[in-house]
């Protein structure tokens, strides 16, 4: 296209973002107009795309990190004869792909964005796979706003990015100088951004956004740099082309008032087809399956963390299977991550101390077809907690992997310690949150976590502990063991999962000796949960004692709760969790401080009983 | 003291450090002994610190944000007096001040630090109290590690401290190449940090950290330092003075093996004694209270959205009280803090789109006594979980409040939506959890707040809703209101909260209709928990209906089950939550999609009680 179609084209990006807009009474036209000639140069001269395969190996990746500047993307898309007008017009109503956010609903959408700073990240870890994985010169390119620079993760990807010499990633920062509420920090001062972006090591290339002949430059000169990620910052004006709205305050994330009085002065409606080049041939990842994989075998009795299992275990798998990639943040010792990356280093990544940048990688590695397994410390994913959310959204399948759960870690104290964990991972939409107490379980669970759907989360352990199950006892997702059963005799069910199993299995000894039976549930599937075997003990023994190394709230107590919510007779319930602040200790005086050692499980025991027996 | 005596109170920091931590049998001693030097210098001739009056409002504040090297904050401690070498000893014991990571059980110890980046955000904001509102020339040193620069959060507040010229505040990294696996990823190449900080807008020295005279010129100057922040990047080696495990990988985290050997090659225990300098005279802050609160008054029937009400409670709130500052993430607008932010801009914090440094300042401003309200969307509060939680264990007393609750937002979609929010804050140790359905109670709540102990979480909702309660009504915090009740002939009982409350009282008209008379409460108060009124409705009715704009994990629903987890008979439950994963659609439309409509809760009581009623 000549320079005039392609700014031609920025109008028409522009109108369709307003007609979009005003069709939904809502939305963000005028942070769609400041990138439309961005958006009009990538999308006719640099991108490689197969719209009717958007599975293409080959294909460039565009990740709208504004992802409320939607409309633009939208408008994109119907540009190249993705999408025509009448669906345009859905934007935002029930029913339609066009979201008011992007989500992968649109086949050319590969995550969801709309929580500013995810782009980057996220993009880092597509880039990552290109480079080291798919070995195919895929591009991957983040269209950010300049106010979501603030987010530290941003900067997190910005470090990873080059120091992976990530040159096959592309960053567009449209500087439009206004924020949400009012003018960002830096304004229009391109230079702020170049800087510290060139601190970090990445080449920078300042521009005027609406000049399409400069933006053109700008991209082919990010595509022949080598060794570097490059910046494109593009000074541009929100609302541009109208100038009711044009760099002024107080018009974000609103319709533009008179639009028919907008699309005229944006020169009317335009209908430029974009022939977006295809991408070169490329095959598909070498990712070969060897059998199933040979899980490590523990001999029951011997003492085994489960960090230690799962260490062992991801190794296992990813020998069996070249689709699967690990990911750390800088405790690979810690979590035992390492076995992986000694056997399997050319598909490890050390993310070092970012948990954003490690949750954000792994979303990017599933959307190239990767099984990420992302570990840390449980306690440190809570700062990737909104990456986690994002990625519900962006229907990824990803497998995280949190050590050092609980108050059982010891003389560490509390800021180590994941005492929120099951919480934060049971209330992600379509999540799965395994609590294994045993090698063997964990290796098992390791394995099967891989084929299912969506947030996958295993929560492991510090401390050594005893090998309860053989090495073949099947441990489906959604089931439980019933570890101990007098039948109807039972008085009360304890239910837990990791190390309070085990202090579980002690209490019962203890209760035996008082001459009360009791029957133990390892609920090593916190969700889903086994609302049968619950229901069945909850039936045989008419109370329910809950214990586990966690808040009270959000946990396997909840969880448990949640199981007899189905408006039929529940149950007498109590529950023991850490409701303490604790401190150091040695990990049974922490169990023992926080009341949910065997000593404390066996004393709730008896007043359960005895209300149940005498209410 | 000579540079010599300085030499050799590092040695005996670094002795100290091996003592506690082979007392303890754990601990971090290599990086205890790296900063010995700096922090040798730092305690004996630039800190002001009167330890017999730790809330000495003159004092420097120094927050140690490489938590782990505890034991050289505690070797600090007792060369300055404040501990003896008994106390030292107990290092990580139970029941010992000295935890493994340091905690403000300790008086001289202001945030707990060891989920490493946390300590710059804090002191950015404690930085920000000193410059802005006490007006006192304390100065802030945080010293941190070199792996924690891989954080975002450290960015974040890298460029909020650059652009709020905090000239109060000295970061000293100590660059000793080693993170807990391996090397970082620039090792000892302090110029990588520098040319970052120095982008920033931070003024920059780098020195051996080791040569105390260099050490101590670079604090000099960074106290003669005007409108920036100085970053001193202090070269050191990991594990410095002991031969066998100096500069060398695989020994992080753990006590040096010969700790006599060791004491030995750095030349013997020493008894130093530091009279660290007492803090000029400086006046507390100035935080008059006006009475009580004019809290704004809605008309019952008028519609008001909860977070408008937020807006106008907190700035009346503000003029009442010196004490109260807000914090947003660059939606003011949105969130409504933006009332506040024009009544006293002196105490309102714009933290641009950087929500860990949100809820970090918020912290900050804590430890200098005043009360915060840091508000952004629900939904984006995710970012901060481990600041939330750390804030906690800093026994820290801050006010969050989040916007934009649930689907009931509308057309903007999931990635906006606050789904999880109920679920994180719940789960934080000490938490308070409140959820308005009406501008009257939203601004009792509001008032309410600011005298608890603790993490408050407030959450708002977007649309305009009726006002319900008059405006003299009280709502005490762990209490609900019954809104509807008819005895005991009440069939069943809708739990809500927020906009399903309103829900709940169509449903509530719709079931009269079918001779169903229902119990409703507004279960305002989510933690805690009105546990007395839940049971008094269920031996009323025999069956409870939750009903939450909220995933179904975590939320609501949990909260009302933990209710019934004393052991007691429990009342028959179901719950409607959030189950789908949204789109784009009308408030209405979303919340008939996800079944949490007036519909969809009068269906369900219905189930309910037919189920009750015949079994």
């Known amino acids: 296209m000549h320079y005039e179609q392609l700014a031609s084209l920025g109008q028409q990006l522009r109108v369709d973002a307003v007609r979009a807009a005003d069709a939904a009474g809502s939305g963000h036209p005028t942070s769609s107009m400041s990138a439309a000639d961005i958006a009009a140069v990538l999308l006719s001269h640099h991108l490689r795309f197969d719209f009717d395969h958007p599975e293409h190996p080959g294909n460039d990746r565009f990740v709208l990190s504004k992802g409320h500047a939607s409309p633009l993307l939208y408008a994109m898309y119907k540009a190249a004869g993705a999408v025509d007008d009448d669906e345009l017009l859905t934007f935002r109503k029930l029913g339609s792909r066009l979201e008011g ?13 709309g929580s500013l700073g995810q782009g980057l990240p996220v993009g880092v870890g597509i880039a990552l796979a290109g480079k080291r994985l798919d070995e195919i010169p895929y591009r991957v390119y983040v269209l950010s706003g300049d106010s979501e620079m603030a987010e530290g993760s941003v900067w997190e990807a910005v470090e990873h990015a080059a120091y992976n010499h990530l040159d096959n990633l592309t960053l567009i920062v449209d500087v439009n100088r206004l924020g949400q509420r009012g003018p960002t920090r830096h304004e229009h001062d391109l230079d702020a951004y170049a800087r510290r972006l060139h601190a970090f090591g990445w080449h920078t290339i300042e521009v005027d956004g609406h000049d399409v002949e400069a933006v053109d430059r700008a991209f082919a000169e990010a595509r022949s740099t080598i060794r570097q990620p490059t910046a494109i910052l593009a000074a541009t004006r929100k609302g541009r082309g109208v100038a009711a709205v044009e760099d002024r305050e107080g018009f974000h994330g609103k319709p533009v008032k008179d639009a028919e009085a907008a699309i005229a002065e944006l020169g009317g409606p335009r209908s430029l ?79 070092y101390i970012a948990e954003q940048q490690l949750v954000a990688a792994a979303v990017g590695l599933q959307t190239r077809g990767y099984v990420p397994y992302a570990s840390t410390f449980a306690a440190f994913l809570t700062r990737a907690y909104d990456f986690v959310r994002m990625a519900a959204v962006s229907r990824a399948g990803i497998n995280l992997v949190g050590s050092h759960a609980g108050v059982a870690i010891g003389q560490d104290g509390p800021s180590q310690m994941g005492l929120e964990d099951l919480a934060m991972f049971r209330s992600v939409h379509g999540s799965t949150v395994l609590h294994p107490c045993d090698a063997n379980q964990t290796a098992k669970l390791v394995a099967a976590m891989a084929d299912l759907e969506g947030v996958r989360y295993l929560r492991t352990s510090r401390g050594d502990m005893p090998v309860l199950y053989g090495p073949d006892e099947p441990f489906p997702v959604g089931g439980s063991k019933v570890l101990r059963s007098h039948g109807d005799d039972d008085k009360a069910t304890i239910v837990a999962a990791g190390v309070t199993v085990h202090e579980a299995l002690k209490a019962a000894d203890l209760l035996a000796e008082y001459g009360i039976p009791v029957r133990v549930i390892d609920l090593y599937s916190v969700k889903p949960v086994d609302t049968e075997t619950l229901n069945d003990a909850a039936g045989a023994t008419g109370c329910l004692l809950t214990v586990e190394d966690h808040h009270p709230e ?12 189905d408006g039929r007779p529940a149950p007498r319930m109590a529950r023991l969790a850490v409701r303490n602040m604790p401190a150091s200790a040695t990990p049974e005086e922490q169990l023992h401080e926080a009341g949910i050692d065997a000593e404390a499980i066996a004393a709730a025991v008896r007043l359960l009983v005895e209300r149940v027996i005498a209410p």
């Open 554 to 565: 959000g946990g396997l107590g909840d969880a448990v709760a949640d199981a007899f919510s």
């Open 273 to 351: 087809h974009v022939e977006v080049q295809r991408p070169p041939e490329a095959s598909g990842r070498k990712t070969a399956r060897n059998g199933a994989p040979e899980l490590p075998r523990f001999d029951i009795g011997d003492t085994v963390a489960t960090r230690t299992a799962y260490g062992h275990a991801l190794e296992a798998l990813g020998s069996a299977r070249g689709d699967v990639v690990a990911l750390d943040a800088e405790v690979s010792d810690s979590t035992r991550t390492e076995f992986f990356a000694k056997a399997h280093p050319e598909r490890y990544f050390e993310c």
């Open 101 to 113: 956010h992007p989500t992968p609903r649109l086949p050319w959408v590969d995550v969801a964005t």
